[in-house]
C-alpha cells in the first residue's frame, strides 16, 4: 500500500486545516488508517484512526472535540479535518495503514506516508 499525505501549511492560530492520505494499492475500506503527529524533537504519537469498518479510533486528548477523521472510499482517501488549531498543534502529520486490525501503536502499522507538515502560528 502507497499512502501520499497533503494538506499540510502554515496557519494562524485558531485557523483550520484539512489533511488527505490517498492511498493506492488496497481499498480503504479493507485498511486501517491511523494519523500520527510528530512535534519537533518529541516522539510521534497518535492523533486519531479510522478503521476499515468505519469506526473512529481516539486518539490524543488534546485534540478532542477539535479534530475529525472521515473517509471517502469511492476517492480512497482519509481526511484528517483540523479546527481551532493551537500553537502546539505543530508537527509533521503522517498517515498510516494497518491491514490486521486498528491500533494506537505505531508499531502496528504495515505502510507510512511521507509526512506533512504543520504549523500554527500564535
Known amino acids: 500500500v502507497q499512502l501520499q499525505a497533503s494538506g499540510g501549511g502554515l496557519v494562524q492560530a485558531g485557523g483550520s486545516l484539512r489533511l488527505s492520505c490517498a492511498a493506492s494499492?488496497?481499498?480503504?475500506?479493507?485498511?486501517?488508517i491511523g494519523w500520527f503527529r510528530q512535534p519537533p524533537g518529541m516522539r510521534r504519537e497518535f492523533v486519531l484512526g479510522?478503521?476499515?469498518?468505519?469506526?473512529?479510533?481516539s486518539g490524543a486528548d488534546s485534540v478532542k472535540d477539535r479534530f475529525t477523521i472521515s473517509r471517502d472510499v469511492g476517492e480512497n482517501t482519509v481526511y484528517l479535518q483540523m479546527d481551532r488549531l493551537k500553537p502546539e498543534d505543530t508537527a509533521v502529520y503522517y498517515c498510516?495503514?494497518?491491514?490486521?486490525?486498528?491500533?494506537?501503536?505505531?508499531?502496528?502499522?504495515?505502510?507510512w506516508g511521507q509526512g506533512t507538515q504543520v504549523t500554527v502560528s500564535s
Open positions: 498510516a495503514a494497518a491491514e490486521r486490525s486498528w491500533s494506537r501503536y505505531e508499531s502496528r502499522y504495515d505502510d
Open positions: 494499492g488496497r481499498s480503504i475500506s479493507l485498511l486501517n
Open positions: 479510522i478503521s476499515r469498518h468505519d469506526a473512529t479510533v
